[in-house]
């Protein structure tokens, strides 16, 4: 049967149409029929597009039932029949006839109802009609909106485009850029991203979309709202404006503005379920619980846990609280596969989990918008949105992620009590069906102790949670609509204990933004009679400003959330990043509620203190923020210089200034001066200080000097900066050779006209010699020194020796009478070490009584008068020289005898 089927395709590439064509009664294959044909191929193809061409105006989306009934080409029919698609649905049936006729299409249809097909199945045939051919290039661009849905796309189009010679490429950040440069240029088909698509664009010498036919922008809201806005309007300028164009969303755009920004030509609105009851699917079960910030996490945990054998994909406000919530849920250990996806994460790896998560039965992925619109991920049980979705139209695609071209599935909204109201009235108005259900307190799990407990044991965690925290915080605090989206409302303190953080962490864009608000206040209740019309007019300003506030802010948050989505460029994630620069900083605690509820003058205390920071707030603070600063610039600085003029007189002038604030500062003085004045002095003084500092004696209100004008300063002065003098030990200064150097080089420098050789030469040998002397006379002194400390050192030992025989005299003799045997020699000096034995086998006893002891035990001497003059063993250890004398000739006598022995005959000989 495959044979046959080979044949069959190579009948059709020889352009036949119908397989039934080729088939006898039995319905086999008639090989004569299918081989017979003579006619050359590119014959075949001509006959083939006249005749498709001939059926396109008749084309009546009520007759379609199947592809076949389309006017198709063979090589489109077999690459739908080998993907297995049968039947259109309504949306290819009504799209894919009117954009066969050329027209340009705005097409909408619910999530997950095949507008995929919708738009490549024209594509396909539109090249085919213009036998589009690797050398023509570019004929067709589909634009998406992340890397995934573009991957998606891409993988479907080779499906049903396999037996097409088109060349198709997928175009989209993070892959290899100069492989793709290569290749773009004879690419028919290009799936891309915005950002990537307009780097080749800028940057590829040969890539050109001159000849371009058709433009697809897939989820064509999102494309062309405000996160991709730049990038869109400068590929809008490379693309030819004769061409067929296709928009496709869930919720399609009707803005004529972008409808004029792509100039469509009398475009074809195909909205297939426009009338339909609901805007989701039919078979999607939607449901919302409302619970606390701080119960959100237990909540995630205990769904998880009571929903083992399901998939699920969970979404949450921003990359950073996908990191936390993934690594939380990992350490937790639900018993299921976890998976995040974002857009912090490489390209490798984001498609490794795609195809991971697509794969698996059961498994839970945590992600960022970026996986909200079109990705097709099978059999999806269950969506959860963690956090609210910015509006109606992103929880439609959301949901959109289950319950796929007739499959179930469900949903769970989980709202906030602030969200509940305004968000559900959003809901209600789009035609989405919700229904509130209520969690049973019995299956919830608790996890707070033991997030308390790895937040404390692992600082990586806790530091991931803090930033977390403030991501999260700076996404509510972003979005547009103020009704669903109030940071005031939420108690920041409890949802950090929550997350098991001890300390909440700083939240910096909020102190600022209060900062601001409150800056502009203290402007509008400025009471001069001069500004009362102007107060008046900033009062409306302000509300102008806040107001656009609102909806800049609102453009940031699109921009944010969108950034957020934009796997492509990935900014949402660097945008997390400057601000998790900003949270990593986790002392100080911000208390919302509380604040919220600060009394106007004491707000009005602090705004004094605050005024001088707005200067330099924060570098990214926003455009909007800009603007404001920008209009309100001129009462700010009124009121600085103000403040400046009140610090900056004498002391008796600030005084003067604290006494009457209101007319220094311009502010209403209410009852509750003291606050005020504590505050001010708390916390503006610092400034005050400052200004104070430096215009107290403001005539001699000085720059700070720069290095050269301070080295000129000094030339001038004659003062010779980096001059060493060294002394001696005797504080005799010594000659330095540095100084000679010196000398030296001023003579050079004096010396115009460039370097003198010969005058060098002369200078180094004189330099030369004066450092042989220098170091001569260091020498000999160093030398000297030594001789010096040397020779006291030998009469210092002297001493001892002196001292140590007189000692040992003293000791051995009796007190009261004189030794009368002076006259004997010291037998330290008459014996010598080797006379050693001989006292030790006497019966020596030691002088002192140690001594004594000791020689005892050895001995057991006899005491006795000679005892005196034995030194004892360890003196004699110590100097054994001691007892070595010699004759005249040096010899050394030693009689053999005891010392009194030998004074004995020492006696008779002087006797005789
Ligand atoms: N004619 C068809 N026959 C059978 N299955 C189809 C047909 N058309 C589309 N599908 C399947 O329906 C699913 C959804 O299709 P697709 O992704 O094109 O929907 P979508 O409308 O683009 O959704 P989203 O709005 O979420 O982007 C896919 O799995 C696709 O294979």
Redesign the pocket.
């Known amino acids: 049967m495959n044979n046959k089927l080979n044949k069959f395709k190579g009948g059709l590439k020889r352009g036949f149409k119908n397989q039934d064509d080729f088939k006898g009664k039995k319905g086999k294959f008639k090989k004569k029929e299918l081989y017979k044909s003579k006619k050359k191929p590119w014959e075949l193809i001509d006959e083939e597009l006249a005749e498709l061409q001939q059926r396109y105006p008749q084309i009546d989306s009520a007759n379609i039932k199947k ?1 076949t009934d389309f006017p198709l080409s063979g090589k489109t029919q077999e690459g739908l029949k080998g ?7 309504e ?2 049936q009504e799209a894919i006839g009117l954009a066969l006729q050329g027209n340009d299409i705005l097409g909408a ?10 738009f490549l199945i024209p594509i396909l045939e539109g090249l085919y009609r213009l036998k589009w051919s690797q050398l023509d290039g570019l004929g067709a661009l589909i634009i998406s909106p992340t890397r995934e ?1 573009a991957y ?1 796309t891409f993988e ?1 189009l080779k499906k049903i485009g396999k037996f097409h010679d088109f060349s198709a490429g997928l175009v989209i950040g993070g892959k290899f850029l100069r492989e793709e440069r290569d290749r773009i240029s004879r690419t028919n088909i290009v799936v891309c991203t915005p950002g990537r698509l307009l780097q080749h664009m800028d940057e590829t010498v040969n890539f050109t979309a001159d000849g371009l036919q058709m433009l697809v922008l ?2 064509a809201d999102r494309i062309l709202d405000l996160g991709f806005s730049q990038s869109m309007n400068a590929i809008i300028t490379n693309l030819p404006s004769e061409r067929q164009t296709f928009l ?3 919720t399609q755009t009707k803005s004529v503005k972008d409808l004029a920004r792509l100039s469509l030509k009398d475009p074809m609105y195909v909205s297939v379920h426009e009338n339909a009851e609901h805007s989701t699917p039919s078979r999607l079960e939607q449901n919302y619980i409302v619970c606390e910030l701080h119960e959100k996490l237990s909540v995630l945990w205990s769904f998880l846990k009571s929903h083992l054998k399901s998939k699920i994909l969970v979404f949450v406000s921003c990359c950073k609280q996908v990191k936390m919530v993934f690594e939380t849920m990992r350490r937790l250990r639900p018993g299921v596969t976890i998976l995040e996806l974002h857009g912090g994460m490489n390209q490798l790896k984001r498609v490794d989990v795609y195809n991971k998560f697509c794969r698996k039965q059961n498994a839970v992925l945590f992600a960022t918008d970026i996986a909200a ?4 991920i ?1 059999a999806v049980n269950w969506v959860i949105q963690l956090d609210c979705p910015e509006d109606a139209n992103t929880y439609i ?1 959301r949901v ?2 289950t319950a ?2 007739e499959k179930e599935g469900e949903s769970l909204l989980i709202l906030l009590p602030s969200e509940e109201r305004a968000m559900l009235q959003q809901l209600q108005a789009k035609k989405i069906p919700v229904e509130r259900i209520r969690v049973n307190p019995k299956k919830m799990w608790p996890i707070q102790q033991k997030l308390d407990s790895l937040c404390a044991s692992d600082p990586s965690f806790k530091e991931l949670v803090q930033r977390a925290f403030v991501a999260y915080l700076r996404s509510v605090f972003l979005m547009g609509n103020k009704d669903v989206f109030d940071i005031h409302k939420l108690d920041t303190d409890l949802y950090a204990r929550s997350l098991g953080l001890a300390i909440s962490p700083k939240i910096r864009f909020l102190q600022r933004e209060k900062r601001k608000n409150a800056k502009v206040e203290k402007i509008i209740s400025r009471p001069d009679a001069q500004n009362v019309k102007s107060s008046s007019d900033s009062e409306d300003s302000e509300k102008g400003h806040s107001e656009k506030m609102d909806s800049s802010e609102s453009e940031n948050s699109d921009v944010s959330s969108s950034e957020s989505e934009d796997s492509e460029d990935s900014d949402s994630e660097n945008n997390c990043s400057h601000l998790d620069v900003n949270s990593s900083e986790n002392t100080g605690k911000v208390v919302i509620n509380k604040e919220q509820n600060l009394k106007n003058e004491s707000e009005k205390a602090k705004i004094i203190s605050d005024s001088s920071d707005d200067e330099n707030s924060d570098s990214s603070a926003t455009d909007s923020e800009a603007v404001i600063h920008a209009n309100r610039s001129a009462e700010t600085e009124r009121t600085q210089k103000h403040m400046k003029s009140a610090t900056s007189g004498s002391s008796e002038k600030t005084n003067k200034s604290k006494n009457n604030p209101e007319k220094t500062f311009n502010f209403d003085v209410t009852e509750d001066d003291e606050l005020f004045t504590v505050k001010r002095n708390m916390e503006i003084d610092e400034e005050e200080v400052d200004d104070i500092k430096l215009t107290k004696p403001s005539a001699d209100k000085k720059k700070p000097l720069s290095k050269f004008a301070t080295a000129k300063k000094l030339q001038k002065k004659n003062v010779k900066v980096n001059t060493k003098v060294v002394f001696d030990d005797d504080g005799e200064i010594l000659p330095d050779a540095m100084k000679q150097s010196v000398l030296v080089q001023a003579e050079y420098v004096e010396n115009e006209g460039g370097i003198n050789i010969e005058v060098a030469k002369r200078h180094m040998k004189e330099e030369d010699k004066f450092d042989k002397k220098l170091y001569r006379e260091r020498i000999t002194a160093k030398h000297k020194q030594e001789r010096i400390k040397k020779k006291e050192k030998e009469r210092a030992k002297k001493k001892i020796a002196d001292s140590d025989s007189e000692v040992e005299a003293i000791l051995g003799q009796d007190e009261d009478m004189g030794n009368p045997l002076d006259f004997i020699p010291d037998p330290d000096k008459l014996y010598g070490s080797d006379s050693e034995g001989s006292v030790d086998g006497s019966d020596s006893s030691g002088s002192d009584s140690s001594d004594d002891d000791e020689e005892e035990e050895e001995d057991g001497g006899d005491g006795g008068r000679m005892q005196t003059f034995e030194p004892s063993v360890k003196k004699r250890k110590k100097n054994p020289n001691k007892y070595t004398t010699g004759h005249a000739d040096g010899a050394i006598m030693d009689t053999g005898l005891s010392l009194y022995d030998d004074e004995e005959i020492a006696l008779k000989l002087l006797q005789k």
């Open positions: 592809f993907a297995n698609y049968d039947t259109p649905t949306i290819q249809a619910k999530t997950g109802s095949g507008k995929t097909l919708a849905l998606q479907v897939d989820e496709f969303s869930a619109r079109g990705l097709d099978p695609h959109g992620r796929r071209f």
